[in-house]
């Protein structure tokens, strides 16, 4: 017969056992933290689409890897110091970088003792370090060594209207003539169909050929000043500095890019993106239209809107005014669960999509 006394032993027997399987599950968690935050620092990183800017190349929605071994190897996990670079972007690449320190900038008010409220005024917000860094997403399109040319044309889209097109003509090192991306307008059909981004209705497509690979641009009507080229290049003109490089987004209308605050020094390319692994059109900008019709005018898309009864169902009065960027969590929660599910749609064809 068993005693008090001998399971009073057993219990103490079986006690450090339990110690030691608690300690060496809490250091395996950890070790896989380490590793899966160094292999998202070092070797490839998963990024989602917030923005419209490399539209339609890039959706908002949009999930994808970046190869961040591509150019070089880096110090893993909280840090992103190059220990050995072994090649250099190309010319069309996708690539992501830490943006410049004026990139990144918002509109601050003040109130005067009055209660007048001043016009506003940008101020740069400060860009942290490493690996919770905010990331750009951005096509190269001049090249180290380049003189690049600048300004907007006249151009005809494939439905007849014109755009302001961003024409670029760039002369490579050693060379003695400006060449050009070749635009070429080109049928919308269903690419623009399913953008959540109300910037991107009424604009046209295009292609550029970029070495031995096409891509779309977006365009449309704008009156840009493009503020770095007008205070830095003499009638449009540039010479890009050694280790530096000339980005822009696809969607030429609505990017934030080199011609709004300069050239991205070499060290700051993290990675080229590589593949879509996932795309979810959520319509949070655009859910007062039943569809977005193929030619993608502003008329046919307006004879697309909602009813005022309907629209009352398909979208929160946070997302007409485009307010719901700075919503609480729990206001997150109910938006999602009430009207996103519902009308999401899957973008089941742009998985798997090798981006070039």
């Known amino acids: 017969m068993e005693t008090a006394e001998n399971t009073k032993k057993k219990s103490d027997i079986k006690e450090p056992e339990k110690k030691e399987t608690f300690a060496g599950s809490t250091i395996s968690l950890f070790l896989i933290i380490f590793f899966v935050f160094a292999f998202k620092s070092s070797i490839l990183d998963a990024n989602n689409i917030p923005s419209g800017s490399m539209i339609p190349t890039l959706k908002i929605g949009d999930f994808l890897f970046v190869n961040k071994m591509r150019y070089s190897l880096r110090i893993p996990f909280f840090s992103e110091t190059e220990i050995f670079r072994y090649d250099d972007p190309k010319r069309g690449d996708i690539v992501t970088f830490n943006p410049p320190d004026d990139a990144i900038q918002e509109d601050v008010y003040t109130i005067d003792s009055a209660g007048n409220v001043s016009r506003p005024k940008k101020v740069q917000i400060p860009i942290l370090s490493d690996i919770f860094a905010k990331r750009f997403v951005k096509r190269v399109v001049g090249m180290p060594g380049d003189e690049i040319r600048i300004s907007q044309k006249r151009f005809k889209a494939s439905n007849g209207e014109f755009v302001d097109y961003t024409w670029i003509e760039y002369r490579e090192k050693g060379s003695d003539e400006f060449k050009t991306y070749n635009p070429t307008p080109v049928q919308n059909h269903k690419e623009l169909s399913d953008v959540d981004n109300l910037r991107a209705i009424g604009k046209s497509l295009f292609t550029e050929e970029k070495r031995d690979f096409k891509h779309f641009v977006l365009e449309g009507y704008h009156s840009a000043s493009y503020s770095f080229i007008r205070r830095n290049c003499p009638e449009n ?45 959520w319509k949070d900008f655009t859910c007062m239209f039943k569809s977005i019709p193929e030619d993608n005018s502003v008329e046919s898309v307006n004879l697309q809107r909602y009813s005022k009864d309907d629209l009352e169902k398909q979208c929160t009065a946070a997302e007409l005014n485009n307010e719901f960027h700075s919503e609480s969590l729990p206001e997150w929660i109910f938006r999602t669960l009430k009207y996103r599910i519902w009308r999401m749609n899957v973008r089941w064809e742009r998985i798997g999509r090798i981006l070039q």
Not at 256 to 279: C, M, N, P, Q, T
């Open 237 to 281: 003109t540039c010479k890009i500095p050694e280790g530096h490089y000339l980005v822009m987004g696809d969607n030429r209308d609505d990017s934030s890019d080199s011609r709004f605050w300069g050239f991205v020094r070499r060290e700051d390319i993290l990675g080229k993106a590589l593949i879509l692994y996932f795309s979810i059109n």
